[in-house]
């Protein structure tokens, strides 16, 4: 059988898809792997393999089974098709592949990425990981280690569970330079920081994605030896609209504080198609201020000057004027407030020294 399999997320790189095609070529198929849509080549392909990781290319997959599905079999899968079941069958008329494909999530390789475990217990609203993989945390004892290490929740994993992936690692000799979803706040200690820190090369990365985390994200950064890491060392994913601009801009300051270094991310519904239509929750007003609010802490603006002097365009006024600690009213959120949550100052330390 003759079968293409489509990143249809290109350039990001797709581990599901090249293990996909992995695995049809061990099955005996002749396999053609294409980064993004192959246009009208192919079309002689019996079977056609499409992933997604975004939801938002989603309308790439279905222009090619649309093409392709009176032609050959079409399978699709991926996290970004999995809450956009409904809507898959509404327009292609085929079903979704919905969680891990046993069939090759396992699938041997040298990747640039691996998971050595699946699962994550915390079930975040806002991730689909707990969805897909369960909450129930399974070892993949057989798992090839590759340089990024894509496991949603290492601390959260058994120690011995823990120690028997680095053991791995080190036995097949493989830099772990990226531990890409990283740690838990809340199952972090220092006993974690020194099992990982002989073998993690990248920066430590984990969450405050919300201000009822802040006391767990205190402790791990002020409580352990983490606090000797670098700040560049310290890559704290920030999730950005899930609460009110006064809320997310505490939280990035609390992170810079802390003595680490912010990565900002604008809440996506999981069954987003045009990220330019997101609707903005709270006081967000539109899209392109939350793309402004990334880029200021992504790029690192504000190690040169305020938020409130940002001007990403000359026509426009500065879009976070509201945070000028003179017309600040930090109210943080009631869950946040009644676990002690510690208010601090609220303006961002922009001259500290990192």
């Not at 002749?30 to 997604?52: I, T």
């Not at 991730?127 to 090839?144: K, M, N, S, W």
């Not at 999730?239 to 801009?249: F, K």
């Not at 609707?279 to 402004?292: E, H, L, M, S, V």
């Amino acid at each position: 059988m003759k079968a293409i399999v489509v990143n249809c997320s290109a350039p990001h790189y797709n581990l599901g898809a090249r293990k996909c095609a992995d695995w049809m070529r061990e099955e005996g198929h002749q396999v053609a792997y294409y980064d993004g849509d192959p246009g009208l080549w192919e079309l002689d392909a019996e079977s056609v393999w499409l992933s997604v990781i975004f939801s938002w290319h989603a309308p790439i997959a279905r222009e090619i089974a649309l093409r392709m599905k009176d032609r050959a079999q079409v399978w699709a899968g991926g996290p970004g098709l999995f809450a956009l079941a409904s809507w898959w069958r509404k327009e292609t008329g085929l079903s979704v592949v919905r969680g891990l494909d046993p069939r090759f999530d396992r699938q041997r390789g040298q990747y640039r990425m691996c998971f050595a475990s699946r699962g994550c217990p915390i079930g975040c609203s806002f991730c689909v990981a707990h969805l897909i993989e369960g909450r129930e945390q399974t070892l993949d004892e057989g798992f090839l280690p590759a340089p990024i290490l894509c496991d949603n929740n290492l601390s959260a994993l058994p120690v011995e569970s823990q120690q028997y992936i680095i053991d791995r690692y080190r036995a097949f000799g493989v830099p772990l330079l990226d531990a890409n979803s990283g740690f838990e706040p809340r199952t972090f200690d220092e006993g974690t920081y020194r099992r990982w820190k002989p073998i993690l090369r990248g920066p430590w990365r984990f969450a405050l994605d919300e201000m009822r985390e802040l006391p767990d994200v205190e402790r791990m950064m002020l409580h352990t030896s983490l606090t000797h890491e670098r700040p560049r060392r310290k890559q704290v994913y920030c999730l950005v609209g899930n609460e009110p601009v006064e809320a997310c801009y505490e939280r990035a300051c609390k992170i810079i504080e802390f003595g680490g270094e912010p990565y900002t991310q604008f809440l996506i519904p999981l069954n987003c198609l045009d990220r330019q239509t997101v609707r903005a929750r709270y006081d967000w007003g539109t899209y392109q201020r939350g793309k402004d609010y990334l880029r200021f802490f992504n790029r690192h603006l504000w190690r040169s000057f305020p938020i409130w002097e940002y001007r990403p365009r000359e026509a426009e006024p500065a879009p976070f004027a509201c945070l000028h600690p003179s017309k600040r009213i930090v109210v943080l959120p009631a869950a946040a407030a009644s676990s002690g949550t510690p208010r601090g100052k609220g303006v961002l330390p922009y001259d500290h020294d990192l």
